[in-house]
């Protein structure tokens, strides 16, 4: 048993607690640079209820709204508007576009320079020295979990991949996770988005980095997770489920940044990149195929923890234990293979995606660090079978 585990983040979970913000984000700073996701918590005067939480505890704040998935260029620009600003505190409100941009504002007012210095893959690879800005991150999708994560993700259009400034240095001070902010998010928002928490449960946990601090999070997690999502999707209004899955969603986060993920990630990476696909579906439309093609190989190579591990899936998943692991796991891939149906996961050719489109993918996929945590080892073949089961009915050449 080997592992490390840090966790700087102050959590703050519940119900309510964004009340607490004024309070908090003095003792951080004065001047906030405040990132906003894409309108719907503006319509909703949660945005300026934030900047008068703040005001009556004497910091001032500049609003900077993020559209759409965050790239190099419009993470810069923010950079270039909190600088512009004075600012000495960076907080993000929205999903997690929202709080990727804070995030790699928070770092880059630190270090200096532009994203493309240290973004990992496509960037210069100078390190991130300093300790970024303090960030304050509240989420509002339950979701991607960057709250928890020490990562942000920009697509780099250049080269149509997504990639990531990644440092310790870059760990929110503090998150507040408020479930009240969700109970907006619309059915296809939450799927995709609980999708993509999902994913980022079941990943780690399988993942050649798996860790038993991880492991004991994210099986209850994913219990939380398997329950709460189709209720969330139904019903928008239901308060228990949307704070399921906003712990599910946090979970997952300290799971990828301290276990990994796996294939379904590395593919997500060049096909959000390359489609304007939202990245939880982009995860969702390729996870039962990586699921079915890793227990295959895993069954197949004897490599019985793996196994082991989808068996406990599905268990978690709700799946009843069958006569041997291979079978369990098998009724959990069903589980969740029916869990994006019941949620109208879209087939990629629904995003622009081809069947000409597969080998590069397949290729660009093997590059990421996702896919090196995948518990086997997989072949282009199988690369590009998972791939094509992904494309949906409307695949053509
Ligand atoms: P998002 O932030 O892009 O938001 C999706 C949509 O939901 C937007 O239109 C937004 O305006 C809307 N929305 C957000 N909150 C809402 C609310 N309360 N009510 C109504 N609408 C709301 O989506 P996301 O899935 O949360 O984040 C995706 C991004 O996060 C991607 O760029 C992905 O790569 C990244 N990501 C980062 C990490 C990490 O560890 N840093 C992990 C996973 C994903």
Redesign the pocket.
Known sequence: MRFDFALPTEIVFGPGVLAQLGERAASLGQRAFLVT?????EKQGVVTRVETMMREHGVSSNRFASR???DTESVDRAARAARGEGSDLVIGL???????TA?AVACLLANRGESLDYIEVVGRGQPIAKPSLPFIAIP??G????ET?K???LTHRATRT?ASLRSPHMMARLALVDPE??L???PA?TA??GL?ALT?LIEPYTSRRAQPMIDALVLGAMVHAARALPRAFATPGDLAARSQMMYASLIS?VA?AHAGLGAAHAFSGPL?GSFPV???FACAAVLPGVMETNLRRAAEAGVTEAVRRYADVARAMGAPSASDDVATAHSGIERVRGLCAHLQVPGLAAFGMTVADVPDLAQRSRLTSSMRANPVDLSDDDLESILLGALGDHASH
Do not use: C, M, R, Y
Request: overall charge negative; glycine content about 28%.
């Open positions: 996701g894409g309108g719907s918590l759409g998935e965050p929205g999903g997690g576009s929202a709080l990727d995030k509002s999708t979701g991607t979990g960057s994560t990562n942000a993700v997504k902010l969700s907006s998010v619309p928002i995709a988005t993509d980022q986060g990828l959000g939202p990245h939880g």
